[in-house]
Structures are given as structure tokens and as C-alpha cells.
């Protein structure tokens, strides 16, 4: 779908991008780069990290050029598009998103959540419920929620909860537990769900909860008490389920005989291990490990918790078959810090995960006035009726909401939509209205985003610096270290032109070096050779052809004593060892060398050389490139400490 706006993430980069050149009125300007003023706060903290890094910590006037040459290449990136192109907004803005996340999410609400989940753990809750579908549209949604509502007060006016969810719930268990859930405990439900369940007090009965995707409820809490916490169990099973009377019997009498060898003091470890049916947990000796109520069957929860600590139950029955349960331990609630981690992944899966960033959104949008237009909308409500209305929507220029730079309108908001869920939805006012608190969401995150750019000295400083490094790596890899490394032509023509600079102690052994895995096949390797002219890129690929795997051609510059078999080919060494399967060896197209003939002989070397030439003939040109202003007023009171 075409969108005509400006994308979030684009409109984020222009946003940060633009107020770091605009700075406060109180942060002086120390120099201007190419019609770009730069504020002292951000010479400042460069300054101060680059000599962090230093051995010898640099003066600012000595720092001020090297300042300079950093910030012409970044005018020079900039020149050249570089921070327009799609593969640096991606990574810029990520790091944004990134950096900015404090900033996005109210840390207070996202703890308060946190030990709300946490009080909760410390009862459980005996609740029944009622639950109406989700409609597919928002009138049916109405409908349903005005339905349960008035289920709700016929209860309040003396019928029987029960008797209701068995005729109005959509949960089919109602038909056999009258709408009970039994006890609950906290961080097993959705969110809604779980906060009208302790939320509602004992006896009464909760307002209508929206739990999309799962319906409409409303609670009873028919009773709490305390959570034991935990236990740590292990257990010995017998199944029966689908066997008939008679082979139950054998189960029976299978579970009396392991509880008769338990109490002679035999070990519940190795018994689970060799008699357990549940073979999952068999393997580990029968341990279950830690859990809750809530967790197991409800005859096998009570009788786990009712034991102390190391004691063993007699034979039980569960409608799997037969149990018999050791109870290794009592641990209670676990402190907070112990099911932090927990608790927070389980908000990160609900509706709590947004509430954080919701809250501070919201705090953003009182504090610079940002709003929707209740009338325009109450407007589209009534208007917005089908399908085609939504889509003719996409060219209005109707203002629903209006931020202190820009305002949205309908038409933006419904191309925001994407033209399959126009088409299909049932509900067009529904999915307008989704769409704009999206929108007007992602619009008070860029605003804020551009404020805290402007006003967080801290932060605007730390983002330009990243987005300066990206521009700066990939504008020196264009004109430095690109170049020296894709343009073996100038890479040569700089060593003839600088071939005096290159000198040697010692020659060299330059050439081929033949291995092979027996003298056989490095006498025949050598006949080949010597009866064919081959060129040296065909080299490998033919030895291979003739000799598979039993031929290795290396090339090779060396002097001596930095290659055994080459000290003993070239230099009168002893013998050289047989490197790995290669035992014998010759050389090729070799000779000595007392100087370097070509940039390879001495790449890394030359290499850097003309790395440093390209820097520097670069650096020449950005000079009289763009133009330099220093506020040499501004730059003193920084050197004297001001």
C-alpha cells in the first residue's frame, strides 16, 4: 500500500537530526562546519570522552583540529546523501529506539504492576464467571457487552449465578460447573481477567470485563484464602485410565506392593524410576518439581500440600489411576526478587506489556497538548457506516487530532490502514479508530522524541555522536579504505611511485611450493609441470584435476627462518618435518628476490601508505571544500576551564 506520509522511522531521524541543530540558546556555538552550528556541550563531550581514551590527554587546542577534520567528513557524508539512504535511518534510528526506551515508558507504573502481581500471590481466589463472545463488529460488541451488563444486575436482583451460566455463558464447562473456575491464583489469567478477579470484593460480583480475544465476563468471588505457595514433589503413578475392572485390580495391587517396599525403607528414587507409568517424570526419579494450587488435579494438589516436608502418602486415586506422592518440601511465596524475572515475562505477554509505555505517552500528550478532536470523530462515527466509506476516507483532509507541529488527519489515518483489513472488515469505524490511537501514538512518540532531543543535553550529544560514526565509518570507506583495497591499479602505480620506500634486510624466496603426500606423487606432480605451461591461475584448478587431494600448491614470500620448508629449499636448512599428509615437497617458478618487485610483495606495508596519502589528499580537499568558522571566544573559556 502506498503511503503518502512520511514514515515514523524516517520522520524520527529528520526529527533528531533537526533539533541537534538546534540547540539551546544557552549552550553557546564554538565553531560552524559547512553552515552547521556546533554547540559547546558537544565539543565538550567529545573532548572530555576522547581523552578518556588517551594516554596523554589532549588540550583543546590541540583537540580542535582534529575536531574539525572529524565534522568536514561528516559534512562530506552528508553531501552524499548518505544519511537518506535506507540502510543508515535503519540502523540510526533503531539505536534511537533503542537509547530512547527509558524515556518511552513510565518505570513507576511498570513497578507498580510488577508488585501488584507480586501482593497478589498471597491468596487465592475461589470465582465463577459468565462469558459472552467477542462480535465481529463493534455495534455486536456493544450488544454483547449491554447483553452481559444486564445479566449482571438480574443476578444482583436475586437470580441464581449459577442458573445464569448455565443458560447465557459461552463456556461450555458452565453446563456441568455452573460457571465455577474454582480457587485461582494470581499470574495464570489474562490480565483483565485476573484484575477484576482481586479486584472485586469477596461476595460480590465484578463490572463487565473486555477480555478480547477470549469474550466478555463478569466475576464472582465467592471466597479467598491464603496461598500456601509452593511444594517440591515427586510421585509414583499407576495408570488406569481406559482399563477395565479387573486390570485396575493389578494397578491396585501393583501401587500396595511399591507402598509396602516404601515403608520397609526402600528408595522412592529408584522405585519411581523402575515402576512409575509416568515415564516423563520417571526418569528423574519421579521428581515433579516446584509448583502451585492450580497446577495439578485437585485430588492430588490436596494431599501433596497436606503432607510435611519428606513424608510419604499412602495410595491415592486420581482419574489418571494411582499415585503415590513424597513431598520433598514447603517453600512458601518466593521473595519478589526471585520471581521478578517471571512476573516480568508474563506482563511482557499481556496487556501490561504496553501500559508502561501507554502511561508515559499519555503524560507526553498533557504535557505538550496533544489530542484527539472529539467532535471530528463523534462526525466519522456516524459517517463511517461501510466499507467503501472508509475507503473514500483516504483522501480527507478533516483534522481528528493535532499535535504542537503538525496535525493528522482522516485521510492519513485510513491509508495507514492496509487495503486488505479495509476490504474485509465489518467494522469500519472500529478499525478507524485502531488505526488512529496507532497513529496518534506513533506521532506523540516522534514529537517526544524531538523534544527530548532538544531539551536532554545528555541525550542529543550521545545520538549525534552515533549518527556521526555510522556517516563517518562509511564516508572514510569511500574515499580511504574502499579504494586502497578495490583499485589494485592505483594501489601499484603508488608503490612504482614510492618503490625507494620499500626496502629489505634479507631476499626473499618468492614462488610456488608443490606438496604432496608421497615422493611418487611429488615426482609426477613435477613431470606434469615441467611438460605443461601452465598459467598461474590455472594452476590449482589443474594439479586438482590430475591429482585430487593428493597435490597442495601454495603461494609463498618468505626469508629465511620464517618457513621451514622454505629455509630447506631455498636457504641450505635441514629437513623440514612433514606438515600433517604432506611429506614431500618442491618448489616452482621460484626465485630470490633482494627487493620487492610489486605491491603484493609488500601489501600490508604499502597498503597502509596509501591509505594515509588518500587521508591526507582528502582531508586537503574537504578544507577548501566546505567552510570552517571557529569561535575562538567560546573555544578560550573552554580551555580555561569556563
Known sequence: MKKYFLPVAVATAAILTAAAARPDKSDPVVMNINGKDIPSSEFKYLYEKNNLQQIQPQSIDDYVDMFVVYKLKVADAEAAGIDTTETFLKEYNGYCADLSRPYMRDSLVEERLVEEAYGRMATSRLVSHIMLPVGTTYAENEANRQRLDSIRQAIIDGADFG??????????????????????????????????????????????????????????????????????????????????????????????????????????????????????????????????????????????????????????????????????????????????????????????????????????RSQYGIAFDEAALSNLRTELTSNSALENLKNSTLAVALLPNRKITAGEIARDIPENVREATKDPYGTFKEAADRVLDEATKAYALERLSAENVDFRNITNEYRDGILLFEISNRNVWGRSTSDPVALEKFFEAHRDNYKWDSPRFKGYVVLATSDSVASAARGYLASNNIENDSLVSRLRENFGRDVKLERVLAAKGENKIIDEIAFDG?????????????????????????????????????????????????????????????LKKLSNGK
Do not use: C
Not at 615437497?585 to 594515509?612: C, H, K, N
Not at 586537503?620 to 575562538?632: D, I, P
Open 163 to 364: 442458573e445464569m451460566a448455565m443458560r447465557f455463558s459461552s463456556d461450555r464447562s458452565a453446563m456441568k460447573n455452573k460457571g465455577s473456575m474454582g480457587y485461582i491464583n494470581a499470574n495464570s489469567y489474562p490480565y483483565p481477567f485476573e484484575k477484576a478477579a482481586y479486584d472485586t470484593p469477596v461476595g460480590q460480583i465484578s463490572e463487565v470485563i473486555d477480555d478480547a480475544p477470549y469474550g466478555f465476563h463478569i466475576i464472582k468471588v465467592v471466597d479467598e484464602k491464603p496461598n500456601p505457595g509452593t511444594v517440591t514433589a515427586r510421585h509414583i503413578l499407576k495408570l488406569t485410565q481406559g482399563l477395565s475392572e479387573e486390570e485396575k485390580a493389578v494397578k491396585k495391587a501393583q501401587i500396595d506392593s511399591i507402598y509396602t517396599l516404601l515403608k520397609a525403607g526402600a528408595d522412592f528414587g529408584d522405585l519411581a524410576h523402575r515402576e512409575s507409568d509416568d515415564k516423563g517424570s520417571a526418569i528423574r526419579g519421579g521428581e515433579l518439581g516446584e509448583f502451585g494450587t492450580g497446577r495439578m488435579v485437585p485430588q492430588f494438589e490436596q494431599v501433596a500440600f497436606a503432607l510435611k516436608s519428606g513424608e510419604i502418602s499412602e495410595p491415592f486415586t486420581t482419574t489418571f489411576g494411582y499415585h503415590i506422592v513424597q513431598t520433598m518440601s514447603h517453600n512458601g511465596i518466593p521473595s519478589l526478587e526471585k520471581v521478578r524475572p517471571q512476573i516480568m515475562m508474563i506482563m511482557a505477554r499481556d496487556s501490561r506489556s504496553s501500559m508502561p509505555e501507554k502511561s508515559r505517552l499519555a503524560q507526553y
Open 574 to 634: 635441514p629437513k623440514a618435518d612433514a606438515v600433517g599428509k604432506w611429506t614431500s615437497w618442491f618448489p616452482y617458478r621460484e626465485r630470490l628476490i633482494s627487493a620487492p618487485e610489486e605491491a603484493a610483495d609488500v601489501r600490508g606495508t604499502v597498503t597502509t601508505d596509501y591509505q594515509q596519502q588518500l587521508e591526507a589528499d582528502w582531508v586537503k580537499s574537504l578544507r577548501s571544500k566546505y567552510k570552517v568558522k571557529l569561535n575562538k571566544k567560546e
